[in-house]
């Protein structure tokens, strides 16, 4: 059975830094990404990774705040952010999909996370 898990969410007050979790189980993930959504807002994609790592991608709000990065040893996706705002309020989604190549399309990531909030307070 396929499963993601996210760890890591909770409150912080702006300026301060969470790191979120995504691990991965049930099979080989390749492009893993992280969405949010915040109430009545559409689910956005934040960050993207390739299998190697060697290629990312940043949604431009959260470019030179939040850093995504794994370690396939552990199956796992990890979400640093830092220098958080009150705009990054949200639940945040993991999301893998079983192929290669870089896509920020949610339709193509088959495989969720349940989702883990993310509050920061000003």
């Known amino acids: 059975q396929v499963q993601l898990v996210e760890s890591g969410g909770g409150l912080v007050q702006a300026g301060g830094s969470l790191r979120l979790s995504c691990a991965a189980s049930?099979?080989?993930?390749?492009?893993v990404a992280w969405f949010r959504q915040a109430p009545e807002k559409e689910r956005d994609i934040v960050a993207a990774?390739?299998?190697?790592?060697?290629?990312?991608y940043y949604a431009d709000s959260v470019k030179g705040r939040f850093t995504i990065s794994r370690d396939n040893a552990k199956n796992t996706v990890y979400l640093q952010m830092n220098s958080l705002k009150s705009a990054d309020t949200a639940v945040y989604y993991c999301?893998?999909?079983?192929?290669?190549?870089?896509?920020?399309?949610?339709?193509?990531?088959?495989?969720w996370g349940q989702g883990t909030q993310v509050t920061v307070s000003s």
């Open positions: 990774i390739t299998v190697s790592g060697g290629n990312t």
């Open positions: 999301a893998a999909r079983p192929y290669y190549g870089l896509t920020i399309r949610r339709s193509a990531y088959a495989y």
């Open positions: 049930g099979r080989a993930f390749y492009t």
